[in-house]
């Protein structure tokens, strides 16, 4: 069942979030970028201390050891090849998108007789996967252009997202089956 409230919500941090990368397209993707570095790094050294600690009834964990080793040189090498990372993440952020979209038109066409608003949901869902199709099509465009292409796509996503709320909220009792 789809809440209008949580579609609303989803809708403004779209907008917000489009706004934020249209004013700051360098560091949009550099930010991203930062921020899976810094999360791998830390992911890393929390599984690999558990790991490494003596056991408490328990057999000491190797599959954390591992995944910690991984966490962390994922981090470095991140910090160390900042371009090969941002590829990387264009590249899963066209996935995200596309796969989204699937999802997203999959839901209005099962929820066609249930609520009139259905083409707004699609309309979405096609949004993001032509996002996620122009990424893929196009990585090597540079990560400003990628930022200007996700700010364009949070601002329009967001927008009929808002609108979409706002529809289901004014026709509740449509969603009551």
Same mark, same amino acid.
């Given at each position: 069942? $789809? =809440?209008?409230?949580?579609?609303?919500?989803?809708?403004?941090?779209?907008?917000? +979030?489009?706004?934020?990368?249209?004013?700051?397209?360098?560091?949009?993707?550099?930010? $991203?970028?930062?921020?899976?570095?810094?999360? *791998?790094?830390? =992911?890393?050294?929390?599984?690999?201390?558990?790991?490494?600690?003596?056991?408490?009834?328990?057999?000491?964990?190797?599959?954390?050891?591992?995944?910690? &080793?991984?966490? +962390?040189?994922?981090?470095?090498?991140?910090?160390?090849?900042?371009?090969? !990372?941002?590829?990387?993440?264009?590249?899963?952020?066209?996935?995200?998108?596309? !796969?989204?979209?699937?999802?997203?038109?999959?839901?209005?066409?099962?929820?066609?007789?249930?609520?009139?608003?259905?083409?707004?949901?699609? &309309?979405? /869902?096609?949004?993001?996967?032509?996002?996620?199709?122009?990424?893929?099509?196009?990585? *090597?465009? /540079?990560?400003?252009?990628?930022?200007?292409?996700?700010?364009?796509?949070?601002?329009?996503?967001?927008?009929? $997202?808002? +609108?979409?709320?706002?529809?289901?909220?004014?026709?509740?009792?449509?969603?009551?089956?």
């Amino acid at each position: 069942m $789809l =809440d209008s409230t949580f579609l609303i919500v989803r809708g403004i941090v779209g907008i917000v +979030i489009g706004i934020l990368a249209l004013l700051m397209p360098g560091l949009t993707i550099a930010v $991203l970028v930062g921020l899976f570095a810094i999360f *791998a790094f830390i =992911d890393g050294i929390t599984n690999l201390i558990p790991g490494m600690l003596p056991p408490r009834g328990f057999e000491r964990s190797w599959a954390h050891v591992f995944m910690g &080793l991984i966490g +962390i040189a994922a981090g470095v090498l991140t910090f160390m090849w900042p371009a090969i !990372t941002a590829l990387v993440l264009i590249l899963l952020i066209a996935a995200w998108a596309v !796969t989204t979209g699937i999802f997203e038109i999959v839901a209005a066409l099962r929820l066609r007789g249930v609520m009139s608003a259905t083409p707004l949901l699609a &309309l979405s /869902g096609v949004l993001s996967m032509l996002f996620g199709l122009v990424v893929f099509a196009f990585p *090597a465009a /540079g990560a400003l252009g990628i930022a200007w292409m996700f700010a364009a796509y949070a601002l329009a996503s967001g927008a009929v $997202l808002v +609108i979409l709320g706002a529809r289901l909220r004014s026709r509740r009792p449509l969603l009551s089956v």
